[in-house]
């Protein structure tokens, strides 16, 4: 297996790191179309548990928990 001949200098190293973590993107998000709030895309959401107009998860209203 090769070996380096001489060592990686830390300017070279930050900038190759640089070029990488500058192509990383917070994750996109959309409004629910139920109910209007903000959303990461493909995922229920969270207020509401709708996903593509069916509810996928139970949510506890303000009227069951009294």
Do not use: D, F
């Amino acid at each position: 297996m090769a070996t380096p001949k001489r060592k990686t200098s830390h300017a070279r190293t930050a900038q190759r790191k640089a070029k990488w973590l500058g192509a990383l993107n917070a994750a996109e998000t959309k409004k629910c179309p139920n109910c209007g709030e903000v959303m990461r895309v493909h995922h229920a959401c969270l207020s509401c548990g709708y996903y593509k107009g069916r509810q996928v998860i139970k949510m506890k209203t303000a009227e069951a928990a009294s």
